[in-house]
């Protein structure tokens, strides 16, 4: 038995979900090039599955799938966003990493979508959630279940939440009506490129992720040193290629309750969160969508964005780092902060570390920082 989009609709509407769609388990050959490419510029992440062939084939991932359900989930929190005022010293966190992750409950409303459609059509069948940690192209699959269309800056633009929503596919072994897919075009603008400080946006559709601030505060290890002073403010995600879409404009925010649940602020403090202990960690960023990078990614984020502040308040709790810090990456990036910052105090630190700092590669970075 077919599951006939208003079958879809009841279902989705019982988990209270509005954006959803289906596409068939075909495999997607018509990204293949564009896949190869990538691989063949280097621009492929290890956040992604390396086997193109992986990512182009869902039916490899449920035994005898045939459908492919797609859900697009708001995440934009409400709230008016201001800096603080009271210091120079904050930092800007993207919108998808405000709330309570975002992955509870996309993972959890589509579990119910699958209980509803099994209720409905009063049957059983296999099935299959992945929610963002899958080797699928989620982008396009949703494109082509008519979520919504795919815009020069490589992202899935929704009729009503524009490009602010997290992607979830549920393969199943049933035949779902599919689509129609949305071949519309963006505006082909150019506002997207025109705000990417990092040149990220090489052409219309083509993305470089290692030139992306959203994948460098997210990657692990050294930030390359071209890229942190582009970093500026951004210490988890960063927002300029969708708030400069015209097309993101009207886009709503999200209506899940759980949403309004904000744990990393969009503007916090960087020398709070530079001494947040393990448990205040887990208690508050932990929690929201950018917990999983861990603290001392987040911190060495924080570290550059103090650098990018450019503002003398950081220096003593960069020398602090510098001397006592445990993690060889956060003292490596404070000697780059505090270089950028510069002043007597800042080369003072920076002198001591290129002596006595016990690796290398802080030394190294403390000595490099010292000739800015
Ligand atoms: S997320 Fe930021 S750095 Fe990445 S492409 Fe968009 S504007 Fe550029
Ligand atoms: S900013 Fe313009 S070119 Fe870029 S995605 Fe939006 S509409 Fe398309």
Redesign the pocket.
């Known amino acids: 038995m077919i599951i006939t989009k208003d079958i879809l609709t009841a279902a989705a509407q019982q988990a209270g979900v509005t954006e959803i769609g289906a596409a068939p388990a075909d495999p997607l050959l018509e990204m293949k090039e564009k896949l190869d490419r990538r691989q063949a510029e280097n621009r492929a992440t290890p956040f992604e599955e390396q086997d193109p062939a992986a990512r182009l084939s869902p039916a490899d991932l449920l035994d005898g799938c045939l459908s492919i359900i797609t859900l697009a989930l708001p995440y934009t929190p409400p709230g008016t966003l201001i800096p603080p005022m009271e210091s120079n010293l904050y930092g800007k966190v993207a919108r998808c990493a405000r709330s309570i992750d975002y992955h509870f409950i996309i993972e959890k409303k589509a579990g119910e979508v699958v209980e509803a459609l099994k209720k409905i059509t009063d049957t059983s069948f296999k099935h299959k959630i992945l929610a963002d940690r899958s080797p699928l192209l989620e982008r396009e699959l949703a494109r082509k279940s008519g979520l919504g269309l795919i815009g020069e800056?490589c992202t899935l633009i929704n009729r009503r939440y524009g490009s602010y929503t997290a992607l979830a596919t549920i393969l199943v072994d049933r035949q779902v009506e599919p689509g129609p897919a949305n071949n519309e075009k963006c505006l082909s603008c150019g506002c997207?490129r025109e705000?990417?400080?990092?040149g990220?946006?090489i052409e219309p559709y083509i993305?470089n992720p290692h030139?992306?601030?959203?994948?460098l505060t997210q990657a692990g290890g050294p930030v390359p040193l071209e890229m942190r002073p582009l970093m500026g403010r951004h210490i988890y995600g960063?927002?300029?290629?969708?708030e400069a879409c015209p097309l993101n404009k009207q886009a709503g925010l999200s209506p899940y309750p759980e949403a309004a649940f904000v744990f990393f602020p969009a503007y916090p403090l960087l020398l709070p969160l530079l001494q947040l202990t393990r448990k205040e960690y887990e208690l508050t960023v932990g929690l929201s969508s950018a917990g999983w990078r861990g603290k001392t990614i987040l911190q060495r984020n924080a570290v550059i964005a103090l650098g990018n502040c450019n503002d003398s308040d950081a220096i003593k709790l960069l020398a602090l780092l510098l001397e006592n810090d445990s993690r060889p990456l956060i003292r490596q990036h404070t000697a780059w902060a505090l270089g950028r910052i510069g002043g007597g105090r800042a080369v003072f630190a920076l002198e001591k570390s290129r002596l006595k700092d016990p690796e290398e590669v802080v030394k190294k970075e403390a000595e490099q920082a010292l000739d800015y």
Not at 195 to 198: F, K, N, S, T
């Open positions: 800056n997207c705000a990417c400080p990092a990220a946006l993305i030139r992306c601030i959203s994948y960063c927002d300029l290629c969708q």
